[in-house]
């Protein structure tokens, strides 16, 4: 047997004999145009016998079965897949470009590009998926498979931000409930909670931009979303302790008194609060 795109001459015959009034006549077999390669499949080819003595016997010639297989292809350059949107099948992602060769002559061999296993729903990000490469001429040539990295993107969500309750000075962001909020994508509502992105700041007084995360619930058809909401950071009202004014004169003001000792300490954290006291 040979392979389409090999000549008659790749084959080897074997056996065979000649004889004349039953006497073997010594001579040869070759194929009668041993540069002819013959399409795949069972072909009967002209073999011709060349007596050794060609002054008392003539050359016969007659067809023999040759199997022809069918050529292997290769991949030479792997098509180009277009991006999905997480959730999609492969047969979404169009492949476009690629190339092929028979592995014998090393000939372009057209033909299609698929996907091997196109109901997949391959995850976020980039991964490896099989391919399979059909040639146009299914009759001289096999199919082949190879590997393309597709890139899946997180489906797109819309959020609508919750409304963080006010803390005190002193407090975390950890302090600040979170109510309301909501995801979708398309006209489909996504689950998911909104938490602060990082809960153990402590912000300064005042109307703070605070960065708020929303994390799906599935994680695989989309992505996390973070945004900014406004937190009310009130002041804190320290805890006194009020000093001890010194006596004064009647007549003398307020002024000659000297106050001593008193404290301040933060309500929310009991840390001493830098201050004076004055009348």
Same mark, same amino acid.
């Given at each position: ?6 000549t008659l001459a790749s084959s080897t015959l074997s056996g065979g004999s ?26 009967? %080819? ?18 023999? !079965? ?25 047969? !979404? ?62 489906? !797109? ?52 931009? %605070? ?69």
């Amino acid at each position: 047997a040979i392979t389409y795109g090999q000549t008659l001459a790749s084959s080897t015959l074997s056996g065979g004999s000649a004889t004349f009034n039953n006497v073997t006549v010594p001579g040869s077999f070759a194929f009668s145009t041993p540069g002819t390669a013959p399409p795949a499949g069972g072909q009967n %080819e002209n073999v011709t016998f060349t007596p050794t003595s060609t002054s008392q016997y003539s050359s016969v010639t007659n067809t023999v !079965s040759v199997l022809v297989n069918k050529a292997a292809t290769s991949i030479t350059v792997e098509p180009t897949p277009s991006t999905l949107t997480s959730g999609q099948t492969l047969a !979404s992602s169009t492949l476009t470009g690629g190339s092929a060769v028979s592995t014998i002559t090393n000939a372009a061999v057209a033909g299609a590009f698929t996907y091997t296993k196109p109901t997949t729903v391959p995850p976020p990000g980039s991964s490896s998926q099989g391919v399979t490469f059909t040639p146009g001429d299914t009759n001289d040539y096999l199919p082949t498979t190879g590997a393309v990295n597709v890139q899946v993107n997180a489906a !797109s969500i819309t959020v609508t931000w919750p409304t963080a309750s006010a803390i005190t000075y002193g407090q975390t962001l950890a302090s600040s409930t979170l109510s309301g909020g909501s995801a979708t994508s398309g006209n489909t509502p996504v689950l998911g909670t909104f938490a602060f992105t990082t809960p153990g700041t402590a912000p300064r007084a005042g109307p703070q931009n %605070e960065s708020v995360t929303f994390t799906p619930t599935s994680t695989s058809p989309y992505s996390p979303v973070t945004n900014t909401v406004s937190v009310l950071v009130n002041k804190a009202t320290p805890k006194v302790t009020w000093p001890t004014a010194s006596a004064i004169n009647y007549g003398q003001t307020l002024a000659s008194s000297t106050l001593t000792g008193g404290s301040a300490v933060s309500p929310v954290t009991s840390v001493t609060v830098p201050g004076r006291f004055a009348f």
